[in-house]
């Protein structure tokens, strides 16, 4: 069946956030009085949100409150920088235009809280895509768990066999396998190397081969 419904994550898939997200990280390890992790490192831990971010950056020695703390200064510092740096993935702006002019339902769906991606979305001028974007604190749950795509899919009047997760990582892969819908990957992502288990449905180096994929579909 055609696809109506494709949604996309955020980090690493739409927005090249590397560097922003870095620099919030080291800011708050400073704050802590610890120094500063290798980008690539930091990389490595995006995915599963702010909290999860901060507590593997600081490391099995920081309890509850300072985590809490520190992710309260964390967010604090990154939303004042998120466009600092951030930009679209090449191919993506002119991917998204060719869903669009072809009719297909587009949202964005991340684990980053609502208010940032939003922000970040309308800053990159493709907000007008979307008919929603969903954070991690837009709904009870976040990713891996398929509320979020069960919502959207409700929202656009979809259904499984309509609608596709785009995104760059296991947490994504899982996210559609628990909701039961099609996944494709991108390879150019924050962590390729969780794509070799759970695998996508289709692994791809650009996000135009993801829409000629989606067009292609009878």
Same mark, same amino acid.
């Given at each position: 069946?055609?696809?109506?419904?494709?949604?996309?994550?955020?980090?690493?898939?739409?927005?090249?956030?590397?560097?922003?997200?870095?620099?919030?990280?080291?800011?708050?390890?400073?704050?802590?009085? &610890?120094?500063? #992790?290798?980008? %690539?490192?930091?990389?490595?831990? @995006?995915?599963?949100?702010? $909290? /999860?971010?901060?507590? !593997?950056?600081?490391?099995?020695?920081?309890?509850?409150?300072?985590?809490?703390?520190?992710?309260?200064?964390?967010?604090?510092?990154?939303?004042?920088?998120?466009?600092?740096?951030?930009?679209?993935?090449?191919?993506?702006?002119?991917? &998204?235009?060719? #869903?669009?002019? %072809?009719?297909?339902?587009?949202? @964005?769906?991340?684990?980053? $809280? /609502?208010?940032?991606? !939003?922000?970040?979305?309308?800053?990159?001028?493709?907000?007008?895509?979307?008919?929603?974007?969903?954070?991690?604190?837009?709904?009870?749950?976040?990713?891996?768990?398929?509320?979020?795509?069960?919502?959207?899919?409700?929202?656009?009047?979809?259904?499984?066999?309509?609608?596709?997760?785009?995104?760059?990582?296991?947490?994504?892969?899982?996210?559609?396998?628990?909701?039961?819908?099609?996944?494709?990957?991108?390879?150019?992502?924050?962590?390729?190397?969780?794509?070799?288990?759970?695998?996508?449905?289709?692994?791809?180096?650009?996000?135009?081969?993801?829409?000629?994929?989606?067009?292609?579909?009878?």
């Amino acid at each position: 069946m055609s696809i109506q419904l494709v949604i996309f994550d955020l980090d690493g898939t739409l927005i090249d956030s590397r560097l922003d997200l870095a620099n919030a990280v080291n800011a708050t390890r400073a704050n802590v009085g &610890l120094g500063p #992790l290798d980008n %690539a490192r930091v990389y490595s831990y @995006v995915g599963n949100g702010a $909290p /999860e971010l901060i507590r !593997r950056s600081l490391g099995n020695a920081a309890g509850d409150a300072e985590i809490s703390s520190a992710t309260k200064f964390f967010l604090a510092y990154y939303r004042a920088h998120v466009l600092d740096s951030t930009t679209l993935f090449p191919g993506v702006k002119e991917s &998204l235009e060719r #869903l669009h002019h %072809a009719g297909k339902r587009m949202a @964005v769906l991340t684990n980053k $809280p /609502e208010g940032m991606s !939003r922000a970040i979305v309308e800053g990159l001028g493709t907000f007008g895509y979307f008919f929603r974007v969903y954070g991690g604190d837009s709904l009870e749950t976040r990713k891996p768990d398929p509320m979020g795509v069960a919502a959207l899919m409700k929202e656009a009047g979809s259904t499984r066999a309509t609608t596709v997760m785009v995104g760059d990582s296991s947490v994504d892969v899982v996210t559609a396998r628990n909701a039961g819908i099609a996944c494709c990957a991108v390879t150019y992502g924050f962590q390729p190397e969780t794509l070799a288990d759970p695998a996508p449905d289709l692994l791809v180096d650009h996000m135009e081969q993801v829409v000629e994929w989606i067009l292609s579909r009878p």
